[in-house]
């Protein structure tokens, strides 16, 4: 009887430390990741090599102009520009009397081919800290027309989309 104890109890101390003690034959975790090449990643776009400058344009929205000297009632429109989605245009801009003579310029924005009113504008700002917004605009294609609405001729200097 003592012999039949002693080998339950050394079956269930072998049996307890194959379950303790990792088999060489265990099965290792199995960890799903997939890896690709660059080349085998496929994208599919409606651009062709003809019109890819698109896709790199809004990046590079930053348009400087300036403009003067303008005397009273005269205006001036800068160039076109495209405005990729809905969203806000701002506008940095300098103003300031052309002559020595000083005076106070007033000077309308416009945002041409939009629905957005004008912003008017007065007073000298001798560097573009000044900042106008037209916000909500569709995406298409805008000019920046600059009117002196004042009786200062006036000169100034700014960027669109800052």
Do not use: C
């Amino acid at each position: 009887m003592k012999l039949k104890k002693m080998a339950l109890s050394l079956l269930a101390s072998a049996s307890l430390l194959t379950f303790i003690v990792p088999s060489t034959y265990a099965a290792e975790p199995v960890v799903e990741t997939s890896t690709y090449a660059v080349s085998s990643v496929v994208v599919t776009t409606n651009y062709t090599e003809e019109n890819t400058n698109a896709i790199v344009t809004p990046f590079a929205l930053l348009q400087n102009y300036s403009f003067g000297p303008l005397s009273s009632n005269d205006y001036t429109t800068k160039d076109w520009f495209n405005h990729y989605s809905y969203g806000d245009i701002t506008v940095k801009l300098a103003q300031y009397p052309t002559t020595s003579g000083g005076g106070t310029v007033s000077i309308e924005y416009t945002l041409r081919a939009s629905e957005k009113s004008s912003i008017p504008i007065a007073g000298n700002y001798s560097s573009a800290t000044k900042t106008i917004t037209f916000s909500g605009v569709q995406a298409g294609t805008y000019a920046l027309e600059i009117k002196n609405i004042g009786v200062t001729t006036a000169s100034g200097y700014g960027s669109i989309n800052d």
